[in-house]
T-cell receptor, first 113, second 113 residues
Framework: NAGVTQTPKFQVLKTGQSMTLQCAQD?????MYWYRQDPGMGLRLIYY???????DKGEVPNGYNVSRLNKREFSLRLESAAPSQTSVYFC????????????FGQGTRLTVV | GENVEQHPSTLSVQEGDSAVIKCTYS??????FPWYKQELGKGPQLIID?????GEKKDQRIAVTLNKTAKHFSLHITETQPEDSAVYFC????????????FGKGTHLIIQP
C-alpha cells in the first residue's frame, strides 16, 4: 500500500519555466489537497478537491492551477515559475468528510532560480 | 475560514521532561482536533486526535486535552525522548465549512540530551 505518492522529489526551474507536480493516492480517498511549506509559515493550502471533478482555491492560489484527473490523481501546475514559488510542496488526501485523518506524500522540493 | 494559532513556535526541553503545545482556533463549530508530527524530510503524520464529545485522550506518552469553551486544545508529551524532536502541527476542523484543511504554523520541539 503506497499511500500518497508525489513526483518528482526535487526540481530546479528557471524563472518563467512551467512544470506539473504529480500526486496519486491509492486509498480511495475523495478529498485531495496541495500545500506549500515555507520556513516560519507552516503549511499553507494552495488548492483542494473535495471530490472528483471539483476544485477550490485555498489560501495562496495565485500562480498555480490544478487538475483532478480522476479519483486517484491531483496535479499542481506552475505555468510561469517565479522565485517566490521556491518551496516544499506537499500533497495530501483523506476520506470524504472533515473528521478524518489526512495522509501526506513525502513532498517535492522546488527551487526557482 | 478557521483562524488557527499555535504556541510556542519553538520549544526546547531536557530529555525526560514534559512538553506542552497549545492550539487556539476561532470556529466554535469545530468538532475535530488532531495533532500531526513532521520529522525532517517527511510529510506530516497524525499522532493523536480528539473529538468534541471527549475532553482528554491519551496514547502512551502523548495526550490531547480540549477546552471547547475557551476554544483551545493542547498536546502533552511526557518523558520526552530524542525521537520526539520534530515539528508539530494542529489542524482543528469539522465546523461544517469548506473542506479545506487549515494547519497552525507549527511548533519546533527540540529535545536536549
Amino acid at each position: 500500500n503506497a499511500g500518497v505518492t508525489q513526483t518528482p522529489k526535487f526540481q530546479v526551474l528557471k524563472t518563467g519555466q512551467s512544470m506539473t507536480l504529480q500526486c496519486a493516492q491509492d486509498m480511495n480517498h475523495n478529498s485531495m489537497y496541495w500545500y506549500r511549506q515555507d520556513p516560519g509559515m507552516g503549511l499553507r493550502l494552495i488548492y483542494y478537491s473535495a471530490s472528483e471533478g471539483t476544485t477550490d482555491k485555498g489560501e495562496v492560489p495565485n500562480g498555480y492551477n490544478v487538475s483532478r484527473l480522476n479519483k486517484r490523481e491531483f496535479s499542481l501546475r506552475l505555468e510561469s515559475a517565479a522565485p517566490s514559488q521556491t518551496s516544499v510542496y506537499f500533497c495530501a488526501s483523506r476520506l470524504t468528510g472533515v473528521n478524518t485523518e489526512a495522509f501526506f506524500g513525502q513532498g517535492t522540493r522546488l527551487t526557482v532560480v | 475560514g478557521e483562524n488557527v494559532e499555535q504556541h510556542p513556535s519553538t520549544l526546547s526541553v531536557q530529555e525526560g521532561d514534559s512538553a506542552v503545545i497549545k492550539c487556539t482556533y476561532s470556529d466554535s463549530a469545530s468538532n475535530y482536533f488532531p495533532w500531526y508530527k513532521q520529522e525532517l524530510g517527511k510529510g506530516p503524520q497524525l499522532i493523536i486526535d480528539i473529538r468534541s464529545n471527549v475532553g482528554e485522550k491519551k496514547d502512551q506518552r502523548i495526550a490531547v486535552t480540549l477546552n471547547k469553551t475557551a476554544k483551545h486544545f493542547s498536546l502533552h508529551i511526557t518523558e520526552t525522548q530524542p525521537e520526539d524532536s520534530a515539528v508539530y502541527f494542529c489542524a482543528p476542523g469539522g465546523g461544517g465549512g469548506a473542506d479545506g484543511l487549515t494547519f497552525g504554523k507549527g511548533t519546533h520541539l527540540i529535545i536536549q540530551p
